[in-house]
């Protein structure tokens, strides 16, 4: 048992307890429950209750969530085309979001895999600056995937 001052008062009954609590008016809480004996203190309960809100709150805001966006490619998407795609990966990758960059085989372009991998490639060498590769260009099923996250 701990006090309000954060002196330890041993090992002492509930009873006794419950009447150190009263007689200073604040509570008796369960701290550590698990342990043998259970570890108790005498606090201010909708105090502690209000600060653990507050600690929350405050981790709360003070962390980030990231987002994946997607970015989608064709085995016969234009030159200009990938130019623009990958400035916009760049920004995406700027605002620390993660980047999944799909390669998408439409019907018979499923042939043209080492096409679609040679363009993931090139994306991969232009984008090497800025970027950790977390998943090197992978197909499943009909679609070659690579995600990519901002360098810290």
Known sequence: MIDAEGKQ???ISLVDALAEASRVGL?????SPNSEPPVCRIMDYGKFRYQQNKKQQIAKKHQTTVQ???IRFRPKTDGHDLDVKIRQIRKFLEQQDKVKISMMFRGREIVYTDLGRKIMESVKRQLEDLAIFDQEPKLEGRNMIMIVSPKK
């Open 68 to 70: 994946v966006k997607e």
């Open 9 to 11: 008062l041993g090992i």
């Open 27 to 31: 509570d008796v809480v369960e701290v």
